[in-house]
């Protein structure tokens, strides 16, 4: 039972257009959600978060947009750089419930010259 | 400030063996949570230590366990290896109070023959 799913195993994007990673969950339970970036032999790295109080968070060239009703929450990367190119996942949690994160099975973009 | 440190970076084992894999968290943090990422996946929560005390697990067999120390590093043990063992292990630690972002460590990359 996949809490937290990214449909979309990858994508590809021209330099300095946007990108827009998409990630759908089913608990309802959840209230806190972030996104994570990951280059091959790292770990994942913190990107951006948002909680359930809010339906946008940006953060410079990093906007988060969530949508409660719909259960779904996208990253938005303007404009994309070749240096975004990584894996991306969603996580998401119950607030307070220790961290414990639910991850996606990740998005690889791709951000071609 | 130090991030998580994990070893080793590589550990290739055979069938039915035994593997140990160490973390050290943020400098300071109590609290060490351990994920897997097999190959193609995301990454599932393994285990949740905080204070030398297992607060929970996610699910997975028993020969998955593992341990906190007075000076909360963590080992995980992976008993009686099967070769679906292979995977990237990840180790996370928080730099502050429970709804910061985990920040995980590089990683071990399990490999079973």
């Known amino acids: 039972d996949q809490q937290v799913k990214q449909n979309s195993p990858s994508l590809s994007v021209q330099e300095g257009r946007i990108s827009i990673l998409n990630c759908d969950y089913t608990?309802?339970?959840?209230?806190?959600f972030l996104w994570y970036k990951k280059y091959p032999a790292e770990g994942p790295t913190f990107l951006i978060s948002i909680s359930s109080i809010k339906d946008k968070n940006e953060d410079g060239r990093f906007t988060v947009f969530l949508n409660k009703s719909a259960k779904h929450l996208s990253l938005h990367i303007v404009p994309s750089q070749p240096g975004d190119s990584a894996v991306y996942f969603c996580a998401a949690t119950v607030n307070n419930a220790g961290n414990m994160l639910t991850f996606g099975g990740g998005t690889r973009l791709m951000v071609k010259p | 400030e130090a991030g998580v440190t994990q070893s080793p970076t590589h550990l290739i084992k055979t069938r039915g063996q035994q593997a140990t894999l160490r973390c050290s968290p943020i400098?300071?943090?109590?609290?060490v949570y351990w994920y897997q990422q097999a190959l193609g996946l995301g990454l599932q929560f393994l285990l949740w230590y905080d204070e030398g005390e297992e607060r929970n697990r996610g699910n997975f067999p028993p020969r998955f366990s593992g341990r906190q120390f007075p000076n909360y590093s963590s080992e995980l043990n992976v008993n009686a290896l099967e070769l679906e063992d292979s995977a990237l292990y990840l180790c996370a630690g928080r730099w502050g109070d429970y709804n910061s972002p985990l920040h995980f460590g590089n990683g071990t990359r399990l490999t079973v023959t």
């Open positions: 608990n309802s339970m959840f209230d806190y």
């Open positions: 400098s300071g943090h109590t609290s």
